[in-house]
């Protein structure tokens, strides 16, 4: 088991890409705090999981208070803190023209803030306990620009700098930082990207336009995100850092 004894922290953990997360750190030998806004969701996980091997911890992370007691609620819970994969983030506005200041802030608090509060209370514990490993969830949209998302794209580059800084910052400590940035996936969240007028003609046609733009053509599948972060917090990626990993059949290799 690649997580044996570890102990760790999944934001956003409910559903898609952060469930499948929950369930092959715990498959790999990890304790894991569960972290997520949605109280029922969280506990059809834990029946799923057992209450033995995950630990719900209901959070509003768009708050500066929900980001950081969560995380400290989840280092007291589990005795401490391993693997932060902080994976919490939504698509926010489409356009910067009559910008919703309200939608807006929420999407930057969600996507930035909730992951440099989570790392700045992580890191301590992990220090603490030798090292540890954080990833951050960005997507191809912090590594390219885009068309239908640009306040979620100028979130996720900088989520793609948090990483790679606190991968300089962290590195003596023993902590890798690094970063996932997933390509279109197959959760709920994606109708926020592809279908934001509720017109399900037009998600179709928005998700048919990027999946022809994916070398290997189709969406990436939660269990594959999960697996690269896997990888990434387990000791087969001891001296990988400061790297923002690409999961997007290709998208981002023009
Ligand atoms: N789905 C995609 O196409 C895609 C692509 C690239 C990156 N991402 C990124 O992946 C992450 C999540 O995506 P997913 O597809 O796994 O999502 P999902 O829709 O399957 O799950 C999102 C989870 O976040 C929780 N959540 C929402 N708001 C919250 C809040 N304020 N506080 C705490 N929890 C909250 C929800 O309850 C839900 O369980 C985000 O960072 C997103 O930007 C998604």
Redesign the pocket.
Known sequence: MRLQGKLAVV?????????AGVERFVREGAKVAA????AR?LEALVAEIGPDKVCPIV????TPQ?ARDSIDQAALILGGIDILWA?????GPASVENLDMAAYDKAIA??VTSAALGAGQAAPHMRARGGGAIVF?????GLVGSMMSPI?SAA?WGVVGLGKSLALALAGDGIRVNVVC????D????QG?TGRSGDPAEAAANEAKIVSAVPMGRLVQ?GEVADAVLWLVSEEASFVTGVALPVDGGFTAR
Request: charged share 15%.
């Open positions: 934001t956003a953990a409910a559903s898609g890409m952060g469930r972290i997520d806004l949605d969701a959070a509003d992370l768009s929900g994976h919490a983030g939504m698509p969600l996507n969830t960005a997507s191809i949209s979620y996720k997933p390509g279109l996936a959760t709920p969240m994606k990207f939660p």
